[in-house]
């Protein structure tokens, strides 16, 4: 570890192997907590390389735990989170919206670190219990359209720098990663990123795969459809400014979409949302992002087009369903 330190002193980079022999140690234990807390803040005050990210990412796929599911079927919806903005759970609640629309949704998520309440923070608030059984997650997806994949119940290297992710409290390349290593291996992503730089990044590296996508960016900082400003989207078909008031809204206050700093206040949120008790500006940025997931699905349909369907899904209690067949399941 002292000459990888080194390395990054010196304002290295590391390949493609280097960067999946050190995720692939760290998994193992190799290293202690001290190292690998001085690895994970030196190694965040530089940019991500591309080469790297994706060796990172093929350590983590290659050690998960596998999840056979009909992966070509699967969409994920899923942000890299560190962008700071406190917001409640945007996409955990669109990814209910979608599989209330009866599209397949396989839930990649983790406890909040740089925030205060990630997607298993709620989920498991709301009575979810976490499985890694296959047979419970396929029965999951057959009757409530989704499954909640919690990320260290797959990942053995999320366990290992968890309490040290905790203590650091900041955004790590572990926030980076979440959306690329889902274990299910979605044919089908929607991906919202922190920073333009690594929507960049993502793109690139998802333009190699033979992935379904629509990375997301919204363009002050927040790593999903925020309606507080325009936002950047890199997909198959290039990248794209997308401007709120084309879309036919008008800029939300970022304080509209605020509510993530606790747990149970996001719970209600969350629930206020499905049972269709929330305020226009919660309900219509929930819609916005998962219109943008129907889309990713449905690429030759109009943005107007997806919003409707996600709508349908909410105000006919349809994503409530999904929600609560999910829990009971």
Same mark, same amino acid.
């Given at each position: 570890? #002292?000459?990888?330190?080194?390395?990054?002193?010196?304002?290295?980079?590391?390949?493609?192997?280097?960067? #999946?022999?050190?995720? +692939?140690?760290?998994?193992?234990?190799?290293?202690?907590?001290?190292?690998? /807390?001085?690895?994970?803040?030196? %190694?965040?005050? $530089? *940019?991500? +390389?591309?080469?790297?990210?994706? &060796?990172?990412?093929?350590?983590?796929?290659?050690?998960?735990?596998?999840?056979?599911?009909?992966?070509?079927?699967?969409?994920?919806?899923?942000?890299?989170?560190?962008?700071?903005?406190? =917001?409640?759970?945007?996409?955990?609640?669109?990814?209910?919206?979608?599989? !209330?629309?009866?599209?397949?949704?396989?839930?990649?998520? *983790? %406890? !909040?670190?740089?925030? &205060?309440?990630?997607?298993?923070?709620?989920?498991?608030?709301?009575?979810?219990?976490?499985?890694?059984?296959?047979? =419970?997650?396929?029965?999951?997806?057959?009757?409530?359209?989704?499954?909640?994949?919690?990320?260290?119940?797959?990942?053995?290297?999320?366990?290992?720098?968890?309490?040290?992710? $905790?203590?650091?409290?900041?955004?790590?390349?572990?926030?980076?990663?979440?959306?690329?290593?889902?274990?299910? $291996?979605?044919? *089908?992503?929607?991906?919202?990123?922190?920073?333009?730089?690594?929507?960049?990044?993502?793109? %690139?590296?998802?333009?190699? @795969?033979?992935?379904?996508?629509?990375?997301?960016?919204?363009?002050?900082?927040?790593?999903?459809?925020?309606?507080?400003?325009?936002?950047? =989207?890199?997909?198959?078909?290039?990248?794209?400014?997308?401007?709120? +008031?084309?879309?036919?809204?008008?800029?939300?206050?970022?304080?509209?979409?605020?509510?993530? @700093?606790?747990?149970?206040? @996001?719970?209600?949120?969350?629930?206020?949302?499905?049972?269709?008790?929330?305020?226009?500006?919660?309900?219509?940025?929930?819609?916005?992002? /998962?219109?943008?997931?129907?889309?990713?699905?449905?690429?030759? #349909?109009?943005?107007?087009?997806?919003?409707?369907?996600?709508?349908?899904?909410?105000?006919?209690?349809?994503?409530?369903?999904?929600?609560?067949?999910?829990?009971?399941?």
């Amino acid at each position: 570890m #002292k000459q990888i330190l080194n390395h990054l002193f010196e304002h290295k980079t590391f390949s493609k192997a280097e960067s #999946k022999n050190i995720l +692939t140690n760290i998994a193992q234990g190799k290293y202690n907590n001290s190292q690998m /807390a001085a690895f994970m803040t030196a %190694y965040c005050m $530089r *940019n991500i +390389t591309v080469d790297e990210l994706e &060796g990172f990412r093929d350590a983590m796929l290659e050690l998960c735990l596998p999840v056979e599911l009909p992966s070509d079927e699967l969409i994920d919806l899923c942000g890299t989170g560190g962008d700071g903005k406190d =917001t409640f759970n945007i996409s955990t609640l669109a990814s209910f919206v979608v599989a !209330g629309a009866g599209y397949k949704v396989a839930k990649h998520g *983790n %406890y !909040g670190v740089s925030s &205060g309440c990630g997607s298993s923070n709620v989920m498991e608030y709301l009575g979810y219990k976490f499985t890694a059984e296959i047979g =419970t997650l396929k029965k999951n997806l057959d009757e409530a359209n989704i499954c909640f994949l919690h990320a260290p119940l797959f990942h053995p290297a999320m366990k290992t720098v968890a309490p040290i992710r $905790r203590e650091l409290g900041v955004k790590t390349f572990f926030n980076m990663l979440g959306p690329l290593v889902n274990p299910a $291996r979605p044919k *089908n992503q929607i991906v919202g990123v922190f920073s333009l730089e690594l929507a960049r990044v993502y793109a %690139y590296l998802y333009q190699k @795969s033979a992935k379904n996508y629509t990375i997301l960016h919204a363009l002050e900082g927040y790593d999903e459809v925020s309606l507080t400003c325009d936002f950047k =989207t890199f997909s198959k078909s290039g990248e794209k400014i997308n401007s709120i +008031t084309d879309l036919g809204f008008e800029k939300l206050n970022p304080k509209e979409i605020a509510g993530g @700093s606790t747990v149970p206040e @996001s719970a209600d949120i969350f629930i206020s949302v499905l049972v269709g008790e929330a305020t226009t500006a919660q309900t219509n940025v929930v819609l916005c992002n /998962a219109a943008l997931a129907i889309q990713t699905l449905q690429p030759n #349909k109009s943005f107007g087009d997806c919003f409707y369907e996600a709508e349908d899904s909410l105000l006919s209690k349809k994503a409530l369903i999904s929600f609560k067949t999910l829990i009971e399941g």
